[in-house]
T-cell receptor, first 115, second 112 residues
Framework: GAVVSQHPSWVICKSGTSVKIECRSLDFQATTMFWYRQFPKQSLMLMATSNEGSKATYEQGVEKDKFLINHASLTLSTLTVTSAHPEDSSFYIC???????????FGSGTRLTVV | RKEVEQDPGPFNVPEGATVAFNCTYSNSASQSFFWYRQDCRKEPKLLMSVYSSGNEDGRFTAQLNRASQYISLLIRDSKLSDSATYLCVVMVRGGGADGLTFGKGTHLIIQP
């Protein structure tokens, strides 16, 4: 089945540093990928839609200058959390839709802890 | 009003029991519906899509009621391995992001 590979699985970083998260579609091309964030006991919240070859579309309340998204190829999207702060600590997950009809496939998620 | 609402539970049921839970959605333009399963500290995994005619996959049956805007999931002969959080997910096409809206999930605990 379709696989979305996400790395790293977890990262601990110091406040003020930047962290890059990669999301790759392994056996299909993903012109669109989605980035979500999930705080403990909360639902997944869409942060932004990553479009290959164009600018990402951010949801209301998500700072585009803080969460930089790059979708340089049909199989790779990256999310960079810039100048991370403890409140950015969360579970970040990417997803893509392998086919026009059907469900979405999720990456394994990245647990970010900012200390 | 939340876009997708679910009873968070937890639902504690004995192994072998049948359990059902519902989800309601507020956007009448929602076009696609899914149930996902999420284990603790893991990514969501698609359990099944939900169709208007209702659909079944083994021990799992999903129903959609567009008029009342709710979705249900029924699990028969529950197994210990069914313990997880079940996420109700809807999609509105053309609503901007064309992404998914997740409920907070219903936590299910199957007891031996």
């Amino acid at each position: 089945g379709a696989v979305v590979s996400q790395h790293p699985s977890w990262v601990i970083c110091k406040s003020g540093t930047s962290v890059k998260i990669e999301c790759r579609s392994l056996d299909f091309q993903a012109t669109t990928m989605f980035w979500y964030r999930q705080f403990p006991k909360q639902s997944l919240m869409l942060m932004a839609t990553s479009n290959e070859g164009s600018k990402a579309t951010y949801e209301q309340g998500v700072e585009k200058d803080k969460f930089l998204i790059n979708h340089a190829s049909l199989t790779l999207s990256t999310l960079t959390v810039t100048s991370a702060h403890p409140e950015d600590s969360s579970f970040y997950i990417c997803s893509a839709r392998p086919r026009t009809e059907g469900g979405y496939t999720f990456g394994s998620g990245t647990r970010l802890t900012v200390v | 009003r939340k876009e997708v609402e679910q009873d968070p539970g937890p639902f504690n049921v004995p192994e072998g029991a049948t359990v059902a839970f519902n989800c309601t959605y507020s956007n009448s333009a929602s076009q696609s519906f899914f149930w996902y399963r999420q284990d603790c500290r893991k990514e969501p995994k698609l359990l099944m899509s939900v169709y208007s005619s209702g659909n079944e996959d083994g021990r799992f049956t999903a129903q959609l009621n567009r008029a009342s805007q709710y979705i249900s999931l029924l699990i028969r002969d529950s197994k210990l391995s069914d313990s997880a959080t079940y996420l109700c997910v809807v999609m509105v096409r053309g609503g901007g992001a064309d992404g998914l809206t997740f409920g907070k999930g219903t936590h299910l605990i199957i007891q031996p």
